[in-house]
Structures are given as C-alpha cells and as structure tokens.
C-alpha cells in the first residue's frame, strides 16, 4: 500500500561551482564540499537535514552532480562521520544545463523506479538552522505534492535582501497545515530585486526569499515540463537518458536542452504552484561576506577567523587556514588566505570574484582547480611542495583504512612514515614500517599503504619523474571500487 | 711609508633588526640580508661598493653586527658569488647601544692596529646606484680625513622627504675637490623635518640627506668623543674592549653607555665637520613602500612583483614570493605576502609595521624570527611543514659543498634525494644515493650530507623527535668553522 502513494526522495543538486567562495572553494572542491560552516561539508548537512524524512533512508538519496566531481563529492561524503552517506545514489549530468533539466533527470529516475514517487529537491551548498521548523515545513510541502501541487519552500525574509529571489504568497491552503507550517498558493515567482523593491517586498510582507527547495511528485514535475514544445524535450531527454541510452547519445541529447532554471521553466508558469513560508535561518552562502558569520566582530567591526593579529583595522574580514595574516590600518576588506593563494578584496566587490577565477583561469593558474589538500575516503594528501623532477606530499591515513593499490607509469615515488603504523605493499612484498623507516617504490611497481595502527599514519611521499600529474595512477584494487577507468587519484 | 699616513678601512654597520621591512625582513634575516633589492645582498652591496677603495681588500672590511645576528651574516657573505666577502672580519657589540658605540668599537679595533688608519663607515642596508659619482665622493672625504676633518656624505635631495636627516652645507672648503667631488664644512646636522621645513630645504638647495655614510681617522673619533665626558666613556670603554676585555666585562662595561646616535654624540658638535655633497641614487630603504621601485606600475598605478591578478584595483603594491595573491577592487594598500605569514597594510600606516611586529611578538608568533627558508654557507633549507613530533624540511646544497659533520641529541632524521647525487656519512659508513634513494640517521648517529655531483642537490628530510628545535645540533667538523659551542643550525 505504502508503494501506492509514493515514496519520498532527496535530490540533492551538487554540481555547482563555487566560483563566488574562490581562493577557498576550487573548481574541484566547490562550496557544497567546504567543512568551514559546521562540523560537516555542506553537502553532507544538506543529506542529513532530509534523511529523517525518508523512508528508505539514504538509499533514497539521489545526489545530481557531473563527471568532473563526482570523485571529489563521493571522498567528501565517504570521509565524514556516518557510513550511511556511502549508501546515497549518483547521477551524473551529462553536462550541465542548470536547474531543470538537471531536476528533470532525478525526475526521470525517480519515476521510472516509483511511479508516484514524491522528490524533495534540495541545494547542496546552503546553511539552514532550526530543525523544528524544518520537518513541520516539508511534511507540509509533501501533502501539497501529494495532492498534485508543485510546492516550494519560502523564507520569511529579516532584511531587504537584493542577492535573492522572491515568491509572492497568494491565497491561502488551510487544508494542508502541518503542526506550525502552513501553506499558500504561489502568486508570483520574482527574480532579484533592486534595493528599492526589496524594502518594499519587505514591507508588503507577502514576499518571502525562494530557498531553491521543492517538492513535487517526479512524474508531475515531468508533466508540467510537457505542457511546452521547448521544456518538453528536457521530459523525453531526462526519460530517455534514465531508461539508458549509451553517454555518448546522453551527451548529445543534453548539449541540445536549452540552459533554463526550474523557476523560469515551471515553477513561474505552472498552474498548481505552492509555497510553504518558513521562519528559518537560512542562508544561499552566496559570497565570501558568508565568512562573516563565523565569528564575532571585535570594537572596530573586524572578523577573524585564524591566527595573526590588526593594528587599527575596521570593518574587515580576515580568514586564514594554517598561515598568518596581519593587518595595518586598513577597511572594509574581505581578505581570505589559503595554503596557496590569498585574495584581498574590497568588501563592495566580493560578487566580483568571478572575474579574478577567470583572469586567473586565462593565464593557466593551477590555482583555480586544485586545493593543496585533497580529500580522499581513506585521508587526505596535502601537497608540500612542486618541483620541475619532483613533488612532495603529506599523506594521511586514518586508523583502519588503506589507499588503493595500485602503480604508476612514470613516476617512482618514496614513503618515509613520519608517525604512526604502516603496512606497506611492494610487488609481492609486504613491509611493516614505523616512523623514520621509508621504501622506495619504483615506476610500475604496483604499491599500497595501509594504517595498521590505532593512530592517524602520516607519510612523506616524494614523487620523481618526469611526469607528476593526479592521472598517472592505475588502480588494481580499492576498497572504494575506484578500480575502474576512472583516472583521478590515489 | 704607506703604514705611516694609515691604510682606509671600512666598517659596516650590520647589526639593525629591520623591523620595518617584515614579513620580507624577520629578526634572523633582517634587511641587510635581503637579496630582492638587485642580485646579492644589501650587506654585500655595502661592501662591494668599498672594496675597491681599500688598499687590504676585504681583509680591511670590519663588519659590526651582534652575537644574534653573527651567523646569519656570516652564512649571508659566504652565500654570495665572491669568495672574498669571506675574507671580512667581524665585530661583535657586546650588546645593542646605537651608532656612537658602535663606531668607537671599530674605531678602537683599527687604532689599535693602525694608529693612523682611516675609516670609512657605512650602513649595511642602504641602496646605492652611481658608482662613478661614489669613488670620488670617497676619495674627497678621504682627503679630509687625513687632513683631520670628520666627513659625512650628504645626498642632493630630489624631493622634499621627510623620512631623512638634513646636513646643512656652510664654507666651501675647495682644496679638497676631487674629480667631480667638492667639500664644504657642515653648518648643522638636523633631525627628520616636518613637509613644509623639508619644503623649505629642497627650495633652500644648501640642505643635503644625511646618508649614514661617514669618513675620519679612527684615533681623530675617539678624541673628539673624548670632549665630554659621558661621550669620553664610550671611547674607553670601546678601547677596553679592543684591548680584550672579557666578554661579561665587555657586556657590563657596554651596557653603561649612553644609547646614542653619531650624528648627536659627535657630528652635531665637533668642530671640523665637512660634508661632501653628491648626486647619486639612494634610498634608506626606510620602509615596504620600497617594493614600489621593483617593478613598473600599470595604468592605475598597482605594482605587482610575483605571481596573481588583480581586477579593479588602484595604487596597490602587491609583493609575493612563491604564492599567488588576487586583489580585487581594493586602493592604496600594500600587500606582501611570504611563505608562512602575509601582512595586508594601508599606504599611511606602512610606518607603523612595527607596531604589527610587537603585537605577534607578544603572541610568541614565531613568524618574527624565522624566516621559512635559512641560507646556509653551503646551500639553503626550507622548512615544509612542522608538526607536533616530525618536522619536514627541503635542504639544498650547493655542487661541491658539504654541510657540517653533526649529529643530533633528540632527533632521528631520515633523507630522501629528489635530485642530484649525494655523498651521506652516517656514522663510520659513506653512501652514494641517487634520486629516490634514502637512509636513515638514528638519534645520536654522526652524519653529513655532501653534493658529489655538478647540478645542485635536494634532499628531502624527515625529522622525527620530543624536540626538533635548531640549536639541537653539535658540530664535529664543519668546512667553514662552525664546530665550536656556536648553537645555530646545520
């Protein structure tokens, strides 16, 4: 009977880039990855925020990304704290092609495995606080998709914002209020606002931010996709590519959709469309001015968040990792350093920050992609330092773990085990090593570490060969099932 | 007959702390250490410039610095592309007591040795250009000081800069003219002026920049302190020490002395003073504004030395070393960021960088002292990455060179070869590595590392101890000295 209604599904959208969060997001760890707001990355709160709500768990979890991060997204999700995230489904984009055709794929998926199959469409890369709020909040948002409703999430807003846009509650659902959340039909779907209008939204009360959460039945939301010519091709291209047409075909098909938001393809036009106004903290994360948040302003407006210390500052923010940062006399700057780059920014033009990813892009900075630490589901590796001939890393692995074995084919590299227990498989061999004991593993020669201790193991790899690029790997065996042709990292 | 009239002597003020140019300067690498201002050293520049006027070569060059300061200024000369500067000797105050002290030290030093000897002072961190003016600029205060004069070198000012001391120029003393270099006696000695007196001198034209740069004989010094009494200690005690008085003496008798400039123990009031005007390029490089030379700026007036973009911006110098550094819409700020710390600074405060420099100090930050990469008289380490319990450093040693024979107390250390070959003694034991291969140093065990081969050696070393502290080294046999209780590094 349960099967009859319909199961509910998180699809949680992750292939953003982040761009906006640069030097501390990069293209290969965008803002759904970062740790920095709460004790997890964001993409794994967003899974943990609807879990509750699923029956099946986060086997009911589809997390919509693309090729170039779905390695990075699975390390992040494997590396936090609860097993259960290594059970959540991935669909990859073809290619991207925002909002709804991305949703329509998941769609697609639902529908063809749960016919009446209700999906809860989640960012991966926004703060939310106040749980309470949140369950009454999308148990109402399911009655409404349940019957037929394609229902959005609103914020009650607590300022005139211009960076977000707005949904217009019309008449009201009493029939579908659920503990302290009720509903609303949508009157109007709004882009972002210039200042004037955002104070008079705010003061009409009727307007509240759009949070980029809906939920709707899968098979509706395709539906609805098929009342025009143009959104009908995202239906059959999401439907066909789920029923499995070859990548090559999925590609193609993609490349041809027209590059739309769901609130411009539907949710500004279809018919049965409500809103759930919530009172939530709530945040899009969409800048570094977030950084902000993280900690308290001293006398002169200043927010630090890392060591160093300011002499006469005012009103600026300063974010730094593991490096120091002093400032002197200065204002009304976001400065944000990271292991490898800084980026000193006027706090007026921190939307600007774009334009420094893509200058820096143009003149081929390895900066832009990378992060010198990489997660991995085993650890991480940070690298040390880069060299024409060589490279040299920081590995660690965590208590119980082991990378991959695998072997490169033009680089030989040595393990120096600078605390902790290792195993270390060479060839046929098998060496237990202890701090201050190393092995040299040749080119070709297939290899492996593992923690056989109860504390983290940490390993100073130097790299030689004339190539040292993440590609050069091949993996025989992985207890991540990263045997495959898949190319990136140990 | 030469010995009769005294030789020329230089002596190079070397023991400033260059507070002002961190995070480029650090207290174990001060200013006139720093190699960005042209292709060697700003010490070695100092010495360079003189050492064609002394008849004894280097071997008449008397570097005055402190015992802190003594092995980083040692490895520094022995760094450089001339194997003379090897061949200076060294002075060390017995503690820090200004100018005055300083010189009646070294002037006492080469009395003793040359009664008649002539000495040319100079600062060690100063940027000179105008070789062709200088030797002759030289030669004239040369001549004034064998006729008794003391003479100081004054700068035809170009701006009306407040930054510097002024020597005012009163009778023309023509005799002494030499080449292109004519004298006057000196009518006053002022301090910094405020911008409408420093106005009133550049339009005045009779006010030179005092350089720092002075020329008497040594004895000539001593007798003119010897008119006051409080001025009179200073040149006993200063003849006392050059006599060999022990080093605790040495401490107690110079911490008595008055903390006192030249210009106002002695300059200001003695009788025969000249100045020798010159018109040559010269800064103080009195503070990071300095970096503004480095490079040319682009229409907006930024100047960028390494590695980033900027959008937007104005007026801003950006100076880092391997990282990147992106601005984004920011004005007037000077940004100079290093391998561990960045100091983010206003054009107007950039004088109060000091005022940074106390605040970390207070914090213990070790930021201030030591800088990540020490130039050693064979090569150069840099510290990659320092943890509770190991420490990872890159070592670079120079073809042919060696470090010193040492071995550790709390300390293992295992070397890794990215590149080059290397000899290693451990112990009673010699082995040749290639890249890739490694051995390990147990704590206590003797070793060195030596290039044996023609392109320059990396070594990649892992230290792993309770303590990994500099000074846990004990030097058995070192190419350049160093085996006695001096405690700073390998």
């Not at 997001?25 to 970062?34: G, H, M, T, V, Y």
């Not at 259960?84 to 991207?96: C, F, M, S």
């Not at 991966?124 to 709020?133: K, Q, Y």
């Amino acid at each position: 009977m349960v099967a009859d209604i319909g199961r509910v599904h998180a699809v949680v959208l992750a292939g953003g880039s982040g761009q906006r969060f640069w030097p501390i997001s990069r293209e290969l760890s965008p803002k759904q990855l970062l740790g920095l707001f709460g004790t997890e990355s964001l993409v794994a709160q967003a899974i943990h925020r609807v879990l509750p709500l699923l029956e099946g768990g986060a086997t009911d979890v589809l997390v919509v990304t693309n090729e170039r991060l779905f390695d990075e997204l699975r390390n992040n999700l494997t590396a936090q704290d609860d097993e259960h995230l290594q059970d959540v489904a991935y669909l990859i984009e073809p290619i991207g092609r925002n909002t709804a055709p991305a949703i329509a794929l998941a769609c697609a998926h639902v529908a063809a495995r749960d016919p009446q199959g209700i999906v809860v469409v989640l960012p991966s890369d926004h703060v939310l606080t106040d749980g309470a709020v949140w369950s009454d909040t999308i148990a109402c948002a399911i009655g409404l998709a349940r019957a037929g409703y394609l229902s959005a999430i609103g914020i009650e807003p607590t300022r005139a914002e211009t960076g977000y846009g707005y949904i217009l509650q019309a008449k009201a659902l009493p029939e579908f209020a659920i503990g302290c959340a009720h509903a609303a039909r949508a009157g109007a779907f709004v882009e972002k606002p210039d200042a004037q209008t955002a104070a008079a939204y705010l003061a009409d009360g009727g307007y509240l931010w759009n949070a980029g959460i809906f939920v709707m039945r899968a098979s509706g939301y395709l539906d609805e996709l098929r009342r025009t010519p143009s959104n009908a091709a995202i239906a059959d291209a999401a439907e066909a590519i789920a029923a499995g047409l070859p990548q090559d075909e999925a590609r193609e098909r993609f490349s041809a959709l027209p590059s739309v938001s769901i609130d411009v393809a539907v949710m500004e036009s279809a018919e049965r469309v409500a809103v759930v106004p919530a009172a939530m903290g709530w945040s899009d994360v969409g800048s570094l001015l977030s950084l902000e948040t993280l900690a308290a302003p001293d006398a002169a407006g200043n927010v630090r968040v890392g060591r160093g210390v300011d002499v006469g500052s005012s009103n600026t923010v300063v974010y730094s990792g593991d490096r120091l940062v002093a400032t002197l006399g200065v204002g009304d700057l976001i400065i944000v350093d990271t292991a490898d780059a800084t980026l000193v920014a006027h706090r007026d033009s921190v939307h600007d920050v774009r334009l420094v990813v893509e200058a820096l892009k143009a003149k081929g900075a390895p900066e832009v992609t990378q992060p010198k630490t990489s997660l991995r589901p085993w650890g991480t590796w940070t690298t040390l330092l880069e060299l024409p001939g060589y490279k040299v890393k920081e590995i660690d692995v965590k208590p119980g773990c082991r990378a991959s074995l695998q072997r490169h084919a033009r680089r030989g590299e040595t393990w120096i085990v600078a605390s902790g227990r290792a195993r270390v498989t060479r060839g046929g061999d098998a060496l237990d090593l202890g701090p201050g004991e190393s092995v040299h593993l040749p080119v070709g020669v297939t290899h492996r570490m593992e923690n056989t201790g109860t504390e983290p193991l940490r390993i100073i790899e130097v790299q030689i060969g004339d190539y040292l690029g993440e590609d050069d790997v091949e993996r025989l065996a992985d207890d991540w099932h990263r045997e495959s042709t898949r190319r990136r990292s140990t």
